[in-house]
Structures are given as structure tokens and as C-alpha cells.
């Protein structure tokens, strides 16, 4: 009997200390009280305070003053073809005759991003979708199908193949992993099998550049491409060089150096046009060595930069003062000075995007065989002679 009972009152205890006979699902703690009064019982939150306008005044007279302007990194949306000047607007691309300027055409285009003028002198216009080809005698445009193109990619028109452009890849990444700089080049044949299947313009061939990624490229007047990288500052320039079709050359090497930002044709075959960001400009050959010829330095910083005319014409546009003040220096065959114009501009906003605000109608062009240089962008362009005399100005609409 008190061995029953031991075991009774040691049976009714587990029980107690378990919780009972409960089952597993009777045993949850319960859930928590809902917490919806409380939340609703919280004050809204602060909306965000606008930035005053002294704090709008005080960024843009910074941004005037004090902040320097950075060198263009997109493509030109400017362009001079044979008979006609092409400018691409936020959403189309304007056909112009290159004689009275008057207006031939506006043709839409979803995102526009460059203007080439090929071998021809047809225009071909590069949207986010498509391309657009004018050709000279036409007055409708060739839709075709465009590549894909990357961020930090630059394109350019064959010097002697209407029919082919190449695409320069410096091979930065932002947001990925970086790669060699490549030239690769794209037949504008909208037929082919492939272009059909995919909808999209395959590569015709590919040349990977062996210098460091990062540098600087351009061609020469007869086509040859010229790609200068240095690995480290204080290291000699290497200079890689490829034929018109894409062979390679025997390269230079470059004493120590600063990097230009652009390279440009120059009137010579053998020579090179090198426009450093800073001002500084060098006439230089490339072939079959390099040597060093003749140096200006510009009155400014250099915001954009081209050479057209058959190499009788270099044009820059510089930052010569506060607000920014941009001007149009133009230099012969020689470097030597020719004129200075003031351009129009746009003030600074006192945000982020003021750097696109007042550089995007600063971009510059010289005609191929023309003494002809514009400078604008989707807002409005001007058209100079090689003297620097205006000669037309076109509206934004």
C-alpha cells in the first residue's frame, strides 16, 4: 500500500511539473496580443524637410566658383555627313541640310546615345533599341538593329568601310568585374541570318588590347587605332597600334608622361593630335616610332575635344572662368591659335545633376572635309566656320 501511494504522488507530480496530461498542441505558449493599436496609436512620420533655398543658392554659387567641370565621357550626338548635319534631341534625330540648315527631317528614336558619320558620309544614328542610318540622296532612314553596348563603351566609324563602325570597350566595370580593353567591330548588314535570329547585331570580330584597361583611344587620319594605358603613374605610356581592319602593329613606347584624355587625327597620316584634360596639347608622331613634335597649352580645362577638315582644324571647348565660362578655342594644322569664341551656357542647379546640366550642350564636332564645327547637343547647337565666325544657330525644336 505505501508503495502504491509513493508511486501515486511521484506520477502526480511529474504531471504538475510537465504541465499536466495537456497534448504537445495545448502546450504552446499563446500567441502574442496584436500589436495594431499600438501601431496605429504611433505618430506619422516627419515628411522630409526641402532643402532651403539659401542652401540651393549657397550649392550652385559653389558649383559656379569652385567646383571644376569634368571632360565629357559620352558619345557626340553631333554629326556632319555629306550634304547634311544630323543633331540628336531627347527623342529623335534631326536631319539638317549641311548648305542652309534648314530642316529635312525628325525622325524619333527611343533613347538616343550617338551620332557617327561613316565612311559614305551617311549619318548613323545609335538608340537604345535601334539604329538609325541616313544615307546621302535619301529622304527616309535605314532602321536597323543595334549591338550591345556596355557601360564605358565608345563608337566610332570605320575610316574607310561605310558599312562598318567598331565599339571601344576601355574595359572599366562599375558594379562588376573589370576586363581588358577591346575593339570590336559591327557590319551594318541587317540581313544576315543571325542579326535575324537574335534581333541583335552580332560582333564581326574582336581584338583584346593587351595595355592596362583605363586608357586612352582614337585613330589616326588614315584609320590606323591607337590605344595608350600606363599601369602605374611615373611608368612609361604603352602604345598598342592596330591596322584599319584590326591587325596589329608593331607598339610604342612613350617616355614618361601624363595620359591624354583624348586622342585626335591629325593633318599628317603619321601624326597624332594628344589633348590632356588639363589644357595641354600635343603634336606627336606615331610612326614607325614616336616622337614628340610641337605643344600648346589651351586656356583652359578641357571639356570636350575634335579635329575634322582632313586634320586642318582642332577644336576644344574650355572652361575659362566662373558660372562655368565655356569658350570655343579653335588651333590649325600647327597648334598654332586661330580664335576664341564664348559659347552659350547653362547655370548650375544646385543639385547632383549639374554637372550633366551644363556640359550636355557643350559637345563638339568638326566636319570630315569641311571647315565646319559645331558645338551643342540636344538643347540647341551653333555652327561655326574654321575661323570661329558664326554661321547658324539651331533651337531645340
Keep these: 500500500m505505501r508503495v502504491w501511494l509513493a ?14 496530461c495537456k497534448s504537445p498542441s495545448e502546450r504552446r505558449p499563446p500567441p502574442p496580443e496584436p500589436v495594431l493599436s499600438a501601431l496605429v496609436a504611433l505618430p506619422p512620420p516627419r515628411p522630409v524637410r526641402p532643402i532651403s533655398s539659401g542652401v540651393v543658392a549657397f550649392e550652385k554659387q559653389l558649383q559656379a566658383e569652385k567646383l571644376e567641370v569634368p571632360a565629357r565621357r559620352e558619345d ?18 534631326r536631319v539638317f541640310d549641311a548648305a542652309d540648315f534648314r530642316l529635312l527631317a525628325t525622325e524619333p528614336l527611343d533613347g538616343p546615345r550617338a551620332l557617327l558619320a561613316l565612311a559614305d558620309g551617311a549619318l548613323l544614328a545609335v538608340g537604345e533599341r535601334a539604329m538609325l542610318r541616313w544615307e546621302p540622296g535619301k529622304t527616309n532612314p535605314t532602321r536597323l538593329p543595334k549591338p550591345v553596348l556596355l557601360p564605358g563603351t565608345r563608337l566610332y566609324a570605320d575610316a574607310q568601310q561605310p558599312d562598318l563602325i567598331w565599339v571601344f570597350d ?17 557590319r551594318l548588314t541587317p540581313n544576315t541570318q543571325a542579326t535575324l535570329q537574335t534581333g541583335v547585331l552580332l560582333p564581326e570580330q574582336t581584338v583584346e588590347l593587351t595595355a592596362p584597361r583605363g586608357g586612352a583611344f582614337g585613330p589616326t587620319r588614315e584609320g590606323v587605332w591607337l590605344y595608350l594605358a ?30 591624354p584624355t583624348w586622342v585626335l587625327p591629325a593633318r599628317r597620316l603619321d601624326q597624332s593630335w594628344w589633348v590632356e584634360e588639363t589644357g595641354s596639347v600635343s603634336r606627336v608622331l606615331v610612326t614607325p616610332t614616336y616622337k614628340h613634335l610641337s605643344a600648346v597649352k589651351l586656356s583652359g580645362k578641357v571639356v570636350a575635344s575634335a579635329s575634322g577638315d582632313e586634320g586642318r582644324v582642332l577644336a576644344a571647348v574650355v572652361v575659362t ?6 569658350e570655343l578655342e579653335l588651333l590649325d594644322q600647327d597648334l598654332a591659335p586661330v580664335s576664341r569664341v564664348v559659347l552659350a551656357s547653362e547655370p548650375p542647379t544646385g543639385d547632383d545633376n549639374w554637372v550633366r546640366v551644363v556640359t550636355e550642350n557643350q559637345a563638339v564636332v568638326v566636319a570630315a572635309r569641311q571647315p565646319r564645327v559645331a558645338v551643342g547637343g540636344p538643347a540647341r547647337v551653333t555652327i561655326f566656320d574654321a575661323q570661329g565666325q558664326q554661321l547658324f544657330s539651331i533651337p531645340s525644336k
Design 230 to 259: 600606363s599601369g602605374n603613374p611615373g611608368v612609361a605610356l604603352q602604345v598598342e597600334r592596330l591596322s584599319p581592319g584590326g591587325l596589329r602593329l608593331p607598339g610604342l613606347r612613350v617616355s614618361e608622361r601624363p595620359l
Design 76 to 93: 557626340c550626338p553631333l554629326a556632319f555627313g555629306k550634304g547634311v548635319f544630323g543633331q540628336l534631341t531627347e527623342d529623335a534625330l
Design 7 to 20: 508511486l501515486h504522488l511521484l506520477s502526480f507530480g511529474a504531471a504538475v511539473a510537465l504541465g499536466g
Design 321 to 326: 572662368g566662373s558660372g562655368p565660362r565655356f
Design 170 to 186: 576601355d574595359g572599366r566595370r562599375i558594379g562588376g568585374a573589370a576586363s581588358l580593353a577591346a575593339l570590336v567591330s559591327y
